[in-house]
């Protein structure tokens, strides 16, 4: 079946500008993650969501970064006045539930260039 | 703060060899330790994965081995092919409850043929 999708792949965007960056995850999976993966440096969890419980923001660098799941599928990360530290690949997963046992699926991720 | 440290940074490994890849982390309530495999603009993919109840797990020529007291895990590749040429990541989840992975740095592996 399908695996987790992102879009758009690259985006190059001005300092100041706003982003807005999307995952679709696997079909019944009510778990989805957002984490961020800077060059050379391990992946950095963001945000999670567990059906329809409260987020767990606690990664999330500072206040220019928001995420929503809309109807328990679709997310979408928003960057609001982006800097160039902002960028790096953004990647989504997704797992059946958030379980701690339970693999996470990750998507091919969003190239995000500041410039 | 990194929360699971991971070395080496990279190695280059002959076909056929053993490439070796050790992880220590400092948080005890850790209860879940997967590796991922990253291929070049792909998603990381689970690897292997291990709990703390266990000392070593081999799926293939993977292997996970697991040390509680030391705090520290590896990774063995044996019979290291061209195809194993990745980036890896070890990772740790938990307590229960927490479900966000903790990444370390990752491992840039090459094999020659």
Known sequence: GAGVSQSPSNKVTEKGKDVELR????????????YRQSLGQGLEFL???QGNSAPDK?????DR??????GGSVSTLTIQRTQQEDSAVYLCASSQKAAIYNEQFFGPGTRLTVL | QQQVKQSPQSLIVQKGGISIINCA????????FPWYQQFPGKGPALLIAIRPDVSEKKEGRFTISFNKSAKQFSLHIMDSQPGDSATYFCAARGPLGDYKLSFGAGT??????
């Open chain 1, 23 to 34: 995952c679709d995850p696997i079909s019944g999976h009510t778990a989805l993650y957002w």
């Open chain 1, 47 to 49: 945000i999670y969501f």
């Open chain 1, 58 to 62: 606690s990664g999330l660098p500072s």
């Open chain 1, 65 to 70: 970064f928001s995420a929503e799941r809309t």
């Open chain 2, 25 to 32: 982390y400092e948080n005890t309530a850790f209860d879940y």
């Open chain 2, 108 to 113: 840039t592996v090459t094999v020659r043929a």
